[in-house]
């Protein structure tokens, strides 16, 4: 209670001090240069929450005080004036966060209008920085009466000094706008008039306006002022001034409204975006450019619905293409996208059966090539996981020209799989059932301590116990009947599965939904307890069939195979 007596009184004293600044007070030495001890680094408004961040420069621990104050309020009273009072004790060199929810009004009186924000330690150090903030209510009336205004009155409502509050807070450089030329001013407000007015809200105001003072500003030839004032966005984040320079080279001299003005603005900033991303973060970069600019959507959603490795292959071809020839347009970007895809399907990246003969189709591709034996393509660009994949040995038996490297690879770093003792992963081996659950406990992160399982042929302190208990605990996993887990079997094609899908279910794990799924030609074979799991994880491109349409619902997997869905799953 003393602490917080203390704290409250040094506060109130901290207020009284700080309401007789108007600008940040420094402490000085000797008559030398002032030393700044407090410092306001960061301060934003959102929904109606002041949030400010204040560093503590001295060299011992302070508390710091922040009180914010409306400046435009005529009164005795302190408390009409004082909006916050926040204080906290902090070391040397560090931040304090302070928060201040903004009311939407204050004894009667709307709280639109100025503030100032003033932070001081013990010492009088202090910091201050002003700022306009106008509440929800009154940035809604405004809206209004720019839609209801008349002609010669809606000029007036943008430059009258009442409503500076309502537009530096809904994002408008208010000082820049009123600085313009009365030319600029007026063909902006024409321009928001001719878009129409009827739809505008609170919520779009902002954006229409800024993109109609932008073009504005932008048509009579100064560009870079322009996008300025366009406030521009990509994807909705702030646009990288690095990039600006180049977009005002790709566009046009002029525009005729602000939905072709944002539109051409989103595509040269995405194309430069695109030709100038890595193979390793291709794919996120693709999808950026769709949401953003609404281009190359079919063939962009083509190349994400490819599994990890087939999209790295897509990158892979995109990259070295885009650096001896960088797109310009649509059509450009749309044609080299289309190769990549079609150089994806046909590299047989997706597919499982690779050199074993058997078993196969889990993978990512489904196309008429799903099940050719997978090879590693040339690296290019910046690798996707760890490392790109060379031609060095994964393991004693498995060389990273393996189809299955890049799987395998990954699960070993991550822990997921191991070799024997002679160093060898046994690619070709026919996996068991205990080794698959512990494949997919440890992939999925479930918990395995203290866990064991009792099925009457597991062998006492076996190294599988913890694993199999997580799974059944999981509900991935049942035994073969006759309290019989079955160890040492094989695992089928069906119950590889039922076990995947199960532990995505354990693990909130989505299964999204790719492709449409078209019974096999054996279908009728899968029984009725796999054939949910199967529909589903060939849905989600997880796996695929094998020759002639077949599921194979009873035929085996490979050590290899089971790595490969595994991989597929996490990713």
Avoid at 35 to 44: H, M, S, W
Avoid at 345 to 371: R, W
Avoid at 375 to 392: H, K
Avoid at 525 to 539: G, H, P, Q, R, S
């Amino acid at each position: 209670m003393k602490q917080t007596r203390r704290i409250f009184a040094m506060a109130i004293a901290g207020m009284l001090a700080l309401s007789s600044l108007g600008v940040a007070a420094n402490a000085g030495g000797g008559g030398g240069v002032a030393v700044k001890k407090v410092a306001i680094t960061e301060y934003n408004t959102e929904n109606g929450v002041l949030t400010v961040k204040a560093e503590n420069k001295g060299e011992a621990k302070s508390i710091l005080v922040m009180v914010l104050e409306k400046t435009d309020v005529q009164s005795n009273d302190q408390s009409d004036i004082t909006y916050g009072i926040r204080d906290a004790e902090v070391a040397a060199g560090a931040t304090a966060t302070f928060t201040v929810a903004i009311p939407d009004s204050k004894n009667g009186k709307s709280a639109s209008g100025a503030y100032i924000i003033k932070v001081q330690d013990g010492s009088e150090n202090a910091d201050a920085e002003t700022f306009m903030y106008a509440v929800p209510a009154d940035i809604t009336a405004f809206v209004e009466s720019v839609k209801g205004a008349t002609a010669g009155d809606r000029l007036t409502l943008f430059t009258n000094p009442a409503n500076k509050a309502v537009l530096v807070t809904i994002g408008l450089d208010y000082d820049a706008f009123v600085g313009a030329d009365p030319t600029v001013q007026q063909n902006a407000v024409d321009t928001l008039y001719n878009n129409g007015v009827a739809s505008l809200t609170k919520d779009n105001f902002s954006d229409a306006f800024l993109s109609a003072f932008g073009l504005a500003v932008y048509n009579t030839g100064d560009k870079a002022a322009g996008l300025a004032a366009l406030s521009p966005k990509y994807d909705g984040q702030a646009a990288d001034a690095t990039k600006l320079a180049q977009v005002q080279s790709k566009m046009q001299p002029s525009y005729l409204t602000t939905a072709e003005f944002v539109a051409d603005f989103a595509l040269q900033y995405g194309l430069i975006t695109v030709n100038n991303a890595a193979v390793s973060n291709m794919g996120d970069v693709l999808s950026a450019f769709s949401r953003a600019t609404g281009k190359c959507t079919a063939v962009i959603g083509n190349i994400l619905g490819l599994g990890p490795i087939p999209m790295r292959t897509a990158a892979e071809y995109i990259v070295p293409a885009l650096n001896n020839s960088p797109a310009t347009t649509e059509t450009e970007l749309n044609a080299v996208l289309g190769a990549a895809y079609s150089a994806a399907l046909g590299g047989g990246q997706g597919g499982g059966g690779g050199s074993t003969g058997g078993g196969g189709g889990f993978g990512s591709v489904g196309n008429t090539k799903d099940n050719q034996p997978s090879s590693v393509g040339s690296a290019t660009g910046s690798g996707t996981y760890e490392e790109q994949v060379g031609t060095t040995k994964i393991f004693g038996d498995l060389a990273s020209t393996h189809w299955a490297a890049t799987s395998v690879k990954y699960l070993k770093n991550k822990g997921v799989v191991s070799g024997t003792d002679a160093g060898n992963f046994e690619p070709d081996r026919a996996v068991t059932r205990e080794e698959f659950a512990k494949m997919l406990v440890v992939a999925c992160g479930i918990n395995t301590d203290g866990k064991s399982a009792d099925f009457a042929d597991m062998e006492e302190n076996a190294w599988y116990l913890p694993y199999i208990g997580a799974a059944v605990e999981a509900g991935i996993v049942n035994g073969v009947g006759d309290n019989m887990f079955g160890v040492g079997q094989q695992i089928s094609r069906q119950d590889m599965a039922v076990m995947v899908k199960r532990a995505m279910e354990a693990t909130n794990m989505s299964l999204d939904t790719f492709r449409v799924y078209t019974e096999f030609a054996d279908s009728d074979a899968i029984k009725d307890y796999a054939k949910d799991a199967v529909k589903a994880l060939f849905e989600a491109k997880i796996l695929n069939g094998k020759g002639e349409n077949n599921f194979d619902p009873m035929g085996i997997a490979t050590r290899a195979e089971a790595a490969k869905i595994i991989y597929e799953t996490i990713q």
